[in-house]
């Protein structure tokens, strides 16, 4: 009889196990790279898209007032890299969400007030 209970426990574990593992994967893999940082839509300033490196340590391409920027940020500050081209790096943020399999006019700028508010928009239409 303990020797049951034992298993049982063990496959609850198990089952667990692999249900927080799936979790974390939809979390990193499908729902965190369409969530993109931004400090609002208004600004002249907009995080475009943003890569980790390492642990504190980030890749970004922002666009500050029509001019688009390579830049590092780490916990020793922040270093300009490069400045892209305007037009190539819109035709490669048009590339990124064809193939994150977001819509053409979404912008990776966008607050995460602005997503949220977008979806719960599509809640309320998609339930009526």
Do not use: H
């Not at 939809?26 to 993109?36: A, E, K, Q, S």
């Not at 700028?109 to 508010?117: H, I």
């Amino acid at each position: 009889m303990g020797n049951s209970s034992f298993l049982w426990a063990l496959l609850q574990t198990i089952f667990a196990l692999a249900l927080v593992c799936g979790l974390a994967y939809l979390i990193f893999r499908v729902i965190l790279p369409r969530l993109t940082v931004s400090y609002g839509t208004n600004n002249m300033v907009r995080v475009v898209d943003r890569i980790g490196i390492e642990a504190r340590k980030s890749l970004l391409v922002i666009e500050v007032a029509g001019k688009w920027m390579l830049i590092a940020a780490s916990e020793s500050g922040v270093q300009f890299i490069a400045e892209l081209d305007a037009e190539s790096a819109k035709i490669a943020e048009q590339e990124i969400l064809k193939n994150r399999g977001l819509p053409a006019g979404t912008g990776f700028g966008k607050s995460f007030a602005d997503k949220l508010n977008e979806v719960i928009a599509k809640g309320k239409q998609g339930g009526k």
